[in-house]
């Protein structure tokens, strides 16, 4: 018998899974290796969606966790075959097959009940900025048009990257606060592919502005066409960025997303004391993509 059968693949429990995956990856063609990272691999879905392997403990609707490193990962390497069945999920090449129980599905929390009065949300916010901008180490990405939003605070000087972007924040905001959807598109279309890495800084802060619209339409900006903004953006990320992105973008307008960023847009809506967590989880996620959709939140969401 050939070793590299799947029958032979040693089995791994999974400590979760994201709902999407779950769904997803069972009925997809074809699969495949796309990428290999130091903390887990990403997976391509019919060419068109992406999935990872996370040895973090962080979830997402697309992220399939591992409690620890698991070793042969190192030997994966992009193009290798994947298959998948309900409830598994085998890597062939290095004999592994990754097995989850539908207890183990992750889905998003749902969202406050009784979000907090408007004052308290937007000082929660604040804090929330503030905190990021002052803690946030490393690549800054748009972490610096925090200060911008929340304080009309411009640096000194601007990465040549973030300049187009600080001068549109007025009209984008404008747009928003019109409930001019075409509007508010033609501008966030132009930033998608802006920056570097998976998923650039430009697509998470469109990102975070479409999960604050879509996880909050009661409160943050109600009556919004949101549709007609979800529609545009989601076709335009697909043609003009990262298929990741991509697929953050779709889950965005589902009111779903990673759980670091929907405790913090939740505990800003509560109107949360203590961020510090959030904060802390914000700074870390990604290069800068937490900052980054940071600021697409507050674009939407502050007052």
């Known amino acids: 018998m050939d070793d590299s059968t799947p029958l032979l693949a040693r089995p791994f429990k999974l400590r979760s899974v994201g709902y999407l995956a779950d769904e997803r990856l069972p009925r997809a063609a074809s699969l495949s290796i796309t990428g290999v990272i130091s903390g887990g691999a990403f997976i391509l879905a019919d060419a068109r969606d992406v999935y990872f392997v996370s040895f973090a403990p962080f979830r997402s609707p697309s992220t399939l966790n591992l409690d620890a490193p698991v070793a042969g990962f190192e030997r994966l390497a992009v193009g290798d075959p994947v298959t998948c069945a309900p409830g598994e999920l085998t890597l062939s090449t290095i004999r592994l097959r990754l097995d989850w129980s539908t207890e183990g599905v992750w889905r998003s929390p749902p969202p406050v009940a009784e979000p907090a009065a408007p004052a308290v949300r937007q000082e929660a916010l604040r804090r929330l900025g503030r905190g990021v901008l002052a803690y946030k180490e490393g690549d800054q990405g748009f972490t610096p048009l925090l200060g911008v939003l929340l304080d009309g605070a411009r640096p000194s000087t601007m990465p040549d990257e973030i300049q187009p972007v600080a001068v549109g924040l007025g009209a984008l905001r404008a747009a928003l606060?019109?409930?001019?959807?075409?509007?508010?598109?033609?501008?966030?279309?132009r930033w998608l592919g802006l920056g570097r890495g998976l998923t650039p800084a430009g697509d998470d802060l469109a990102a975070g502005v479409?999960?604050?619209l879509h996880r909050y339409p009661q409160v943050i900006l109600p009556g919004f066409p949101r549709a007609d903004l979800a529609q545009r953006l989601t076709q335009a990320a697909r043609q003009k960025t990262t298929r990741l992105s991509a697929n953050i973008i779709e889950q965005a307008c589902q009111a779903a997303g990673d759980e670091r960023i929907l405790a913090a847009l939740d505990g800003v809506m509560a109107g949360a004391a203590d961020l510090s967590a959030s904060i802390e989880q914000i700074c870390r996620l990604g290069h800068s993509s937490g900052a980054d959709t940071l600021v697409g939140m507050t674009l939407a969401s502050l007052d």
């Open 210 to 212: 479409l999960l604050a």
């Open 177 to 189: 606060a019109a409930s001019d959807p075409q509007g508010a598109a033609g501008i966030l279309e």
